[in-house]
């Protein structure tokens, strides 16, 4: 197991992992929150959970096609490791799986029904993830600067800028963003094209903040 080029950073994919876990620790409150809410506002909290799991579902994806199968030829020595990482992605594809299937008829009735069903589906969602990127973290993503090449890391990343739907590009890098230090949004923002970042500066930035607010408001939060 050697990378010869120049070492790595996998601190990106740390920040990415930051993200989903807020983001799963406030989805079960989310739901709660708008029991009361309009139609308008259960729909606004309807589409951040399906695009929270749909991005976690096309981050596992890419870490399944383009992240372990190399660990696995280049670092054999941890195959059970490896193993592991892959069952943990198959346990939460099926929980992301039930949460989906809660939501659609849950946004469709504003609400009214299957709310602490979804709620409790997401809060083992978000323990699940928890705990698997606490081990990714801990133990696999160490092992990555000495298996892996700095253009075949950079794929996996771009790989996952290119699954997020247009429309939804810099509600998501926003999400990721959030709480970011300034060398961490360089990371990030290395893994769009030109294009987009000048747009997220010009105005999606401000966009993506008027979107926070109106999520705030739909779950009772000031």
Request: no cysteine.
């Amino acid at each position: 197991m050697e990378n010869q080029g120049k070492p790595i950073t996998t601190h990106d994919m740390v920040v990415v992992h930051r993200m989903f876990r807020r983001e799963f620790r406030e989805a079960a409150g989310r739901v709660r929150g708008v029991r009361h809410g309009s139609r308008a506002q259960v729909r606004l909290v309807a589409d951040r959970l399906a695009l929270l799991l749909d991005t976690l579902h096309r981050h596992h994806e890419g870490e399944d096609r383009l992240l372990w199968p190399k660990l696995a030829e280049r670092a054999p020595g941890y195959g059970e490791l490896w193993k592991r990482m892959q069952d943990q992605h198959a346990d939460l594809s099926a929980r992301l799986g039930r949460a989906d299937a809660l939501l659609g008829p849950w946004a469709a009735a504003g609400a009214a029904i299957h709310g602490e069903e979804l709620a409790a589906v997401l809060e083992q969602v978000s323990r699940a993830v928890e705990e698997h990127f606490d081990q990714e973290e801990r133990e696999a993503l160490p092992l990555v600067p000495e298996a892996v090449s700095q253009a075949e890391w950079d794929e996996i990343g771009d790989a996952a800028s290119a699954a997020v739907p247009k429309s939804k590009l810099f509600t998501v890098l926003g999400m990721i963003l959030k709480e970011a230090d300034p060398g961490e949004q360089i990371l990030i923002m290395a893994h769009l094209p030109l294009p987009p970042r000048v747009i997220w500066r010009a105005v999606g930035e401000r966009n993506y903040r008027r979107l926070e607010q109106r999520l705030a408001e739909a779950v009772g939060q000031r």
